[in-house]
């Protein structure tokens, strides 16, 4: 999302759930605030108004699906005897103010802009706020997630449950493995449900392909790109090193089965996941182990400190779909020079190579060369530097912080394509 601004996505999710109750007869889902909270907002879920009428059947189903999973793994949680619920990235979330179980607390946790605004809207629609729920504002990529729960009420020596939907697809993975890691401290027996995105080949369809640039031009426009995906694997070994076991991770075909008795096409679709706390705490990794799905680039030493990015010995190609909206990224903002660039004709995708003091990429408009929303990282010799010289420039859309860790800081920029550029200083 944009600095300022309420996630317009979360809109989009809000308006599905409304959608499910009047056009599907609440089929999977029940949620009698969600029409309210949406109010009469006119318009379809962010980027849904061109999709054929079954593709929104089915995004209706997603959002309907994962929210039955979370709260029926809720509800057996409650049972055994948990009171204190997370609601990560909750967006327009209602299920603190439908809440069926006294004593149990709800803490939103969310951007401030979006909480404020969600805060609005329930004002407007007259939902009273109960004395259980929380108001957490966060922000994922900067703050730590345990010390704002814990300033707002939350004891992180008694178990909680956690649900994080519809949110890591926007995260960086960095992001993504410091939230579980954060969560993986809590108290043992503290169960989490979320939901990811799963890898997908570039379709073969011309139509699918162009909805799928549409989708991309439309969250990239909005400042709420899609940056991750992973496979079961790699979450799987995401949680088990933040102190996780899995109980459970299906793909939402699983939910239509489970819940609608319904046989669906399996294919590359959203996963959910429930894992419970171990109470042993996350495992201390070297940094080759961290972002599984990074490319590490190589430097040799410099002799001069003229500038801070160093030289690698691979080259790493990312995709990329506008090359003038690249050259003005990679050149303009980030100090690349701009190298060859070949085209098999003058209306055909552009392939290029950008430099800068021996750190070398291409960037492609072929399909098939890269897969959008990858990740490289560009040893630096200082980090301090480069960074200060990227924020004078004040970007529009690019204000990188730089992280600590115990393998050296990274400073992590995204592109206009959803690629993830990790500048890493050793130490």
């Not at 309210?36 to 009428?53: E, M």
């Not at 640039?213 to 090193?241: D, K």
């Not at 050296?408 to 690629?419: Q, S």
């Amino acid at each position: 999302m944009r600095q300022g601004r309420p996630s317009a996505t979360a809109l989009g999710a809000a308006r599905y759930r409304a959608e499910h109750q009047e056009l599907d007869g609440a089929s999977l889902f029940r949620d009698p605030l969600a029409r309210a909270i949406v109010g009469d907002d006119g318009g379809s879920s962010v980027g849904s108004h061109h999709l054929p009428v079954a593709r929104r059947e089915a995004m209706r189903g997603f959002i309907a699906g994962r929210a039955r999973f979370a709260e029926d793994a809720l509800a057996e949680a409650v049972r055994a005897g948990l009171d204190q619920v997370v609601v990560l990235g909750a967006g327009l979330d209602t299920f603190a103010y439908r809440n069926p179980y006294p004593g149990v607390r709800v803490f939103e946790v969310d951007h401030y802009d979006t909480q404020m605004w969600k805060r609005e809207r329930l004002a407007q629609a007259g939902i009273a706020v109960p004395d259980g729920a929380v108001f957490v504002p966060v922000d994922f990529e900067r703050d730590e997630l345990t010390d704002e729960l814990a300033a707002a009420g939350f004891d992180p020596s008694r178990p909680a449950f956690v649900m994080w939907m519809g949110v890591t697809v926007y995260l960086t993975r960095d992001a993504i493995t410091a939230t579980l890691r954060a969560l993986g401290g809590l108290a043992a027996g503290t169960e989490l449900v979320f939901d990811y995105g799963v890898p997908a080949p570039e379709p073969a369809d011309e139509r699918e392909r162009a909805l799928r640039a549409e989708r991309a031009r439309r969250l990239a426009a909005i400042g709420e790109r899609w940056i991750s995906f992973l496979t079961p694997e790699e979450v799987g070994r995401l949680l088990g090193t933040a102190g996780f076991d899995v109980v459970e991770d299906v793909p939402t075909t699983e939910i239509a089965r489970r819940y609608l008795g319904l046989d669906v096409r399996p294919g590359p679709v959203p996963r959910l996941v429930h894992a419970r706390a171990t109470g042993s705490g996350p495992v201390d990794l070297p940094a080759a182990d961290v972002s599984p799905a990074t490319h590490a680039v190589s430097t040799a030493p410099r002799e001069s400190d003229a500038d801070p990015v160093g030289r690698q010995r691979v080259i790493p190609i990312l995709r990329v779909f506008d090359h003038a909206l690249a050259r003005e990224f990679y050149c303009g903002f980030l100090g690349f020079d701009w190298g060859f660039e070949h085209r098999f004709d003058a209306d055909l995708p552009v392939y290029a190579e950008v430099t800068r003091d021996g750190a070398v990429l291409h960037l492609s408009e072929h399909h098939g060369d890269a897969t959008p929303g990858s990740g490289v990282m560009i040893v630096v010799d200082d980090l301090v530097s480069y960074h200060r010289s990227l924020l004078d420039q004040r970007h529009r859309n690019a204000r990188p912080g730089i992280q600590e860790n115990p393998w050296g800081a990274t400073m992590t920029v995204l592109d206009p394509f959803g690629n993830r550029l990790v500048f890493w200083q050793r130490t």
